[in-house]
């Protein structure tokens, strides 16, 4: 049972280029979401998922995409990257709605993704 | 203003210490908070969980709210080493509500 994977670990990228952070977990989850943190803002939502085929905007989601074709996946994608999204992605998952905490329902998350934009 | 303020430290204390670490928020619709721990490198793993107000124990670690003045606290005993992380408090209005995260204080427990 890996829990969720996140790919790649480190990659630095020029302005415009664009990626994918790829997601993956092996528990079944309903729930999946994406989240950045700098230094001093916390961890702040990008786009999160609550189950296949949906998707939905967080707190910060320009100058991103995302899909959720099957449970398991759930790719973040920086369309054209600017410096402004240097930043550590987190991927996370849990059962059901509630995100994080709550009648046993626990948030996981991903070990990040650092991404520099130069 | 941020809905969730913390202290973003950093805290160095020796072992054995008693360490507290605080939120204050503004919506007094959060109902349910939590406390993440973060290493170093590392993905944020839940580790206390309280509806409402009052006090919640775990081993070496209390998680207190206090809705009346909008803050929560965790307090770790008999520090340890291994307790050096960055903690971040994170909360909710409701079940389906999204998590509201603070900035995160990085602790260092020095032997």
């Known amino acids: ?118 | 203003q941020k809905e969730v303020e913390q202290d973003p430290g950093p805290l160095s204390v020796p072992e054995g210490a008693i360490v507290s670490l605080n939120c204050t928020y503004s919506n007094s619709a959060f109902q349910y908070f939590m406390w993440y721990r973060q290493y170093s490198r590392k993905g944020p793993e839940l580790l206390m969980y309280t509806y409402s107000s009052g006090n919640k124990e775990d081993g070496r670690f209390t998680a207190q709210v206090d809705k009346s003045s909008k803050y929560i606290s965790l307090f770790i005993r008999d520090s340890q080493p291994s307790d050096s992380a960055t903690y971040l408090c994170a909360m909710k209005n409701n079940q389906g509500g999204k998590l509201i995260f603070g900035q995160g204080t990085e602790l260092s427990v020095k032997p």
Not at chain 1, 28 to 46: F, T, V
Not at chain 1, 77 to 98: D, I, M, N
């Open chain 1, 1 to 118: 049972n890996a829990g969720v994977t996140q790919t790649p670990k480190f990659q630095v990228l020029k302005t415009g280029q664009s990626m994918t952070l790829q997601c993956a977990q092996d528990m079944n989850h309903e729930y999946m979401s994406w989240y950045r943190q700098d230094p001093g803002m916390g961890l702040r939502l990008i786009h999160y998922s609550v189950g296949a085929g949906i998707t939905d905007q967080g707190e910060v989601p320009n100058g991103y995409n995302v899909s959720r074709s099957t449970t398991e996946d759930f790719p973040l994608r920086l369309l054209s990257a600017a410096p402004s999204q240097t930043s550590v992605y987190f991927c996370a998952s849990s059962v059901t709605g509630t995100f994080g905490g709550g009648s046993g329902n626990t948030i996981y998350f991903g070990e990040g993704s650092w991404l520099t934009v130069v």
